[in-house]
């Protein structure tokens, strides 16, 4: 669905190394943080941009 691709999926192992690729911290930090924020539900039916901003408001700073 067309709607679909607006919202971040973390269990899509392409779209996490995506979004982690955007940080300057090490890609394994970045991937750790991005499951634990899907599993507390924080990034949960969050857009792409929601689950970068969670990212950033957690401490990572972007390339």
Known sequence: MANDRKYFNASEKHEVEYLASKF?????????????????????YSTHKEAEQALLDAGFTKK
């Open 24 to 44: 300057n911290e090490p890609k394994e930090l970045v991937i750790a943080k991005i499951k634990a924020l899907a599993k507390s539900k924080v990034i949960h």
